[in-house]
């Protein structure tokens, strides 16, 4: 009776160091996602097939006073440095671990769209119909043609089974959060609403070299679009044309028939041409007071800008510069 006991606690100590000492069950780390709830003993199989644990006996040991049963749908990380009793924990309450996704620079939505198909289990499709459907677009106060200014360059927690509506919702947040009372207040200051000093952030972004002439820039835009003139910003032909990989902006550019030509139509473009850095948004918000009317490359091609009041000024300067890239052959 007393040998029995004694192996009986011998067995006990046995789980007990399985449950909370042995950690080298797991082989490599790893990446388990789970679209749906999946039966434990289907991801146990999993989990064995993948090599990732070494001995699934234990895992039918130790699940024998732990229970896991079902595993609920999401993401969850298996780390070499977890005992089994650790995983089991994690999966049984689904404490699923959040992915990071940077959103940095993009031109079109469908970029945004394709990079979030790499990080969730949607695929960009179904993104993109959520964000392109009009009912839904215009309960968030976006249109097909401002639908970038939902999203805000920075990085990102979700998880991985977020459905796109619920990133949508999120990222619409974000931009409640960044348009504080003291931004919206400049923004009407400058006579814009956010969407569109979002737009306009978005010219400056492709017209500046040097961040410190941004703000600047902005000045001779918001001089221009106070007084009805034209912008005529050439990145906005380039995105008209798509003809991004264009060094010079020709006749051809300038004249194409399009709500985004800025030679032809005065005034702001029907959205962003491309997803500006907050601190361009900022600039805009903050540009310095001139009576700048014109800017063009400086002819030394240092990177900065030749700021003119007037024509005759802005004509010289230009000539300069045209006569500069035809030595160069750039065309």
Known sequence: MIKKLGIAVLGLCFVFYLLFFVKRNVENDYSLKLNSDTPFF???SQLKEEGIITNSYIFDIVNIFYQVEDV?????????????????????NGNQDPLRWTISTATFVEEIAGKASQKFAFDS????????????????????????TLFLPNTYEFYWNTNPRAVLDRMHNEVDKFWTAERKAQAAKIKLSPIQVYTLAS?????????????????????????????????????????????????????????YNTYKVQ?????????????????????????????????????????????????????????????????
């Open 203 to 259: 010219l400056v972004q492709k017209e500046y070299t040097r961040k410190d002439e941004r703000s600047k820039i902005a000045s001779v835009l918001l001089n221009r679009l106070n007084i009805y003139m034209p912008l005529q910003v050439d990145a906005t032909c380039k995105y008209a044309t798509g003809d991004f990989a264009a060094k010079r902006v020709n006749y051809y550019h300038t004249q194409c028939n399009s709500p």
């Open 125 to 148: 499709m179904s993104f993109l119909l959520q964000l392109y459907d009009s009912s839904s677009m215009r309960s968030l106060g976006y249109t097909r043609e401002t639908a970038l």
């Open 267 to 331: 005034g702001l473009p029907p959205g962003p041409i491309c997803m500006p850095e907050l601190s361009t948004i900022d600039a805009v918000l903050n540009p310095e007071l001139t009576d700048y009317l014109y800017y063009c490359a400086d002819p030394s091609l240092n990177g900065y800008h030749i700021f003119s009041k007037t024509l005759a000024e802005h004509q010289s300067v230009a000539s300069t510069y045209h006569t500069k890239m035809n030595e160069m052959k750039i065309r």
């Open 42 to 44: 289907q991801v146990k």
């Open 72 to 92: 609920p749908a999401g993401h969850y990380k298996i780390k070499k440095s977890m005992t089994t009793l650790d995983i089991l924990r994690k999966l049984k």
